[in-house]
């Protein structure tokens, strides 16, 4: 297979693709993360993955003679429609764990892979985009304000969509899921695969 790009600074994420023995490098890529004002959730996870993706294809295309296909992706965590990001402080986290807690809500992860040819430093058919979007649903049991804290003080949930991850600690706290475990650590990798196939 082909060898690609990751864009993305996720250690979770690099350790999931190389699960599927793909040739890949790192490229950065800076993107802005905010939500657009009535932008909705699967809009918005589609959105930041084509944009990381994106992003780091132009590096390469700024700065190496020859260009990797480049993946990006992007989770998030919606209850309600509402997306919880990554907790923070505290009292941010504690927020979305009352809104987690004793129900099922909705992880969307998007993909994207960028793909274009340069011919003497020019792209010479534009860039092409395939992307998915893979929605999970997650339970979790009702947890009490101590196993909350106790949660943030293990230091698991402030770089994480929602404020948990379901691979460490709050495994405990989620009996059941329907759809992909991979796509809620970050990167779906049926899917994923699927996209490369595709090149
Ligand atoms: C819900 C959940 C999220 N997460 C993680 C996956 C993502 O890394 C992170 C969501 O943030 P993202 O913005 O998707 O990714 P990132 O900032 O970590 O990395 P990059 O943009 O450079 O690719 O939360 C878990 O590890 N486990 C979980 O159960």
Redesign the pocket.
């Known amino acids: 297979m082909q060898k690609i790009a990751l864009?993305?600074?996720?250690p979770?994420?690099r350790e999931l693709l190389a699960q599927l023995a793909v040739n890949f490098e790192l490229v950065k890529?800076e993107v802005d993360?905010t939500q657009l004002p009535g932008e909705i959730a699967t809009d918005y996870v589609l959105r930041?993955a084509i944009s990381?993706a994106r992003a780091g294809f132009q590096v390469q295309t700024q700065t190496a003679t020859e260009v990797l296909p480049v993946l990006?992706?992007?989770?998030?965590?919606v209850v309600d429609g509402e997306v919880l990001g990554?907790p923070t402080d505290q009292a941010d986290f504690l927020r979305m764990m009352r809104l987690l807690s004793g129900r099922q809500h909705q992880?969307y992860t998007a993909i994207a892979l960028v793909s274009g040819d340069l011919v003497n430093g020019e792209l010479v058919t534009g860039e092409r985009v395939l992307s998915d979007t893979v929605k999970t649903e997650v339970w979790f049991s009702a947890l009490t304000e101590a196993q909350m804290l106790d949660y943030w003080r293990s230091g698991e949930p402030a770089?994480?969509?929602?404020g948990?991850?379901?691979?460490g600690l709050?495994s405990r706290f989620i009996p059941k899921i329907a759809g992909s475990y991979f796509a809620?650590?970050?990167l779906p990798l049926y899917e994923t695969d699927q996209l490369l196939q595709q090149l």
């Not at 948990?164 to 691979?167: A, K, S, T, V």
């Open positions: 864009a993305s600074a996720s979770r994420r890529a993360e930041l990381k990006g992706a992007d989770t998030i965590v990554k992880v770089d994480k969509a929602g948990y991850g379901i691979q709050a809620v650590v970050g």
